[in-house]
């Protein structure tokens, strides 16, 4: 995709929410300093002009869990490109693009936002790859739910009634309590299902620290969820799991729901990565060993502080780094001030299922709300608050100033 040699272009790889908001805070600084499309273009990358609504994954008809994306990048001067991203060449400053058509196609840049978000970490476990469900990718999400209806086909048994969830942490906690509502509401309302949480760890939730764990164990028992502690999965196969301990658990349903990593097309970036394959990044987001490249959201370790807190790969933290990102790659080519990333304020909102949620502020996760008051600002959070802003060009480009986005 040539450009005007006079025209400056800001590549974005991905849909995703750092993505969005990249586009939406790049776009913002153009129309700040009535910069025209033809002398800056901002181009979006990816298979699909979709946001997938991935904080909600876990909930039921996850067809359903996604927003267009094309209006609003149209609304504000966007170029959406469709296509998978699959080659990086760094020193030409260029990507190469497999269209859906199948052919190629390079787009050259003058900075480059690196937003393509995180995979769920599947390790070599025997029959992992071939019977565990997952809410990681929408088409996961449609998979398990698939799943999940045509259990009503299978005659009543123990394995077909209980499900197995690999992972204590928020994904595996949201999915397991959001469980025995969906099983009931499909084997029927005296169905008795039976959920068990898997956890390699001594605790349950173990990244949340000991403050909400005990309304957390409170949730579970109350929602009959059990759990499994200090024990892995060795191996599944098609009637069940096999734990590190040595204890067989018959089960139609495992879901996977142990560990995030970034993207693979981190690792084109020629740069230092984290455990979990970040690139790590300066405090405005760009990768310093690679001129003209910013990487967001769950592709970069990012420093939300002074003291010590990285970005997690969270809605929340990728939101508001796309915003910083965007600006940052438009300023550069603009002339004008870079921001640099910080996000003081953080907030987890955990859904319980049928008990509620809790609700904790900063990074030691103080309790401020639990039950059905924290359900409601679950539900504002996941339906209202990190879908796109409508497509209407000034409430669009309002919505990405950096210093507000994620403010909480």
């Known amino acids: 995709m040539p450009k005007n040699p006079s025209t400056q272009r800001v590549v974005i790889v991905g849909a995703g929410f750092a993505a969005m908001y990249a586009a939406l805070s790049a776009a913002r600084l153009r129309d700040m300093k009535g910069v025209s499309s033809k002398e800056l273009e901002i181009a979006l990358v990816a298979p699909e002009p979709t946001l997938v609504i991935r904080p909600r994954l876990y909930e039921p008809k996850p067809e359903t869990l996604t927003a267009p994306l094309l209006d609003v990048l149209k609304a504000i001067d966007v170029v959406y490109v469709q296509g998978r991203a699959e080659t990086i060449d760094t020193k030409s400053r260029a990507v190469e693009i497999a269209t859906a058509k199948g052919a190629r196609e390079t787009l050259s840049y003058d900075r480059l936002v690196v937003a393509t978000g995180s995979r769920l970490f599947r390790p ?42 690999a992972g204590g942490g928020f994904t595996g906690i949201e999915v397991a309590t959001e469980m025995p509502a969906r099983l009931r509401a499909i084997l029927g309302k005296n169905a008795k299902p039976r959920v068990v949480i898997v956890e390699r760890n001594d605790a349950i939730a173990p990244d949340m620290g000991a403050g909400p764990r005990p309304v957390i164990a409170g949730a579970l028992r109350e929602l009959n969820v059990e759990t499994r502690l200090g024990a892995g999965v060795a191996s599944l196969d098609d009637t069940g799991v096999t734990l590190s301990d040595g204890v067989r658990i018959e089960s139609a349903t495992v879901i996977w729901a142990a560990g995030m990593r970034a993207a693979p097309l981190t690792a084109q970036i020629p740069a230092e990565r984290d455990n979990f394959g970040r690139l790590l990044v300066d405090r405005e987001l760009r990768v310093p060993s690679v ?41 550069e080519l603009l002339g004008e001030p870079l921001k640099p990333y910080h996000q003081k304020a953080y907030v987890t909102c955990l859904d319980l299922g049928a008990y509620g949620a809790l609700f904790t502020r900063g990074w030691d996760r103080k309790v401020e709300m639990v039950g059905d008051v924290a359900k409601k600002t679950k539900r504002e959070i996941n339906t209202v608050w990190i879908y796109p802003p409508r497509a209407e060009r000034a409430a669009a480009l309002a919505s990405a100033e950096p210093e507000r986005v994620t403010d909480v």
């Open 291 to 331: 001129p003209g490249v910013l990487a967001t959201g769950d592709a970069a370790k990012a420093a939300c502080d002074d003291v010590g807190n990285y970005a997690l790969m969270s809605c929340q933290h990728a939101t508001r780094m796309g915003a910083f990102a965007g600006h940052n790659a438009a300023a």
């Open 124 to 165: 070599s476990i025997p029959g992992l790859a071939e019977y565990a469900f997952s809410v990681d990718q929408l088409d996961d999400a449609v998979a398990l739910d698939r799943h999940l209806h045509s259990l009503a086909d299978r005659p009543a048994s123990a394995a077909r009634d209980t499900v197995v969830v």
